[in-house]
Nanobody, 120 residues
Framework: QLQASGGGLVQAGGSLRLSCAAS?????MAWFRQGPGKEREFVAA????????NYADSVKGRFTISRDNAKNTAYLQMNNLKPDDTAVYYC??????????????????WGQGTLVTVSS
């Protein structure tokens, strides 16, 4: 079970940190998002060890994914937020994969989503 938190309202250029707490240890974890009228899209992923990460081009250099395995928690630090980042953000975890992939089919568990709204 995954519990996402940390969303909210922020002005453009601001920052937020999302958290995703898992009830048990997991393999790869990731964040996806779904904006208004858009399909769900990949944001970032991190390997089981935390040593490997990958990002969508749209967030590279602004977002950082990390994890604390002692707490079974993943984080998404979001800096220099833009109105286009407005979306419901979902965390996901894989039972099978040690390394993150940008395909939602790679993940078996999903959090409930947390809303991020960026005002211009």
């Amino acid at each position: 079970q995954l519990q996402a938190s940390g969303g909210g309202l922020v002005q453009a250029g601001g920052s937020l940190r999302l958290s995703c707490a898992a009830s048990d240890s997991t393999n790869a974890m990731a964040w996806f998002r779904q904006g208004p009228g858009k399909e769900r899209e990949f944001v970032a992923a991190i390997s089981r060890s935390g040593g490997s990460t990958n990002y969508a081009d749209s967030v590279k250099g602004r977002f950082t994914i990390s994890r604390d395995n002692a707490k079974n928690t993943a984080y998404l630090q979001m800096n220099n937020l833009k109105p286009d980042d407005t979306a419901v953000y979902y965390c996901a975890a894989s039972r099978r994969l040690r390394f993150g992939v940008p395909d939602s089919d790679g993940y078996d568990y999903w959090g409930q989503g947390t809303l991020v709204t960026v005002s211009s």
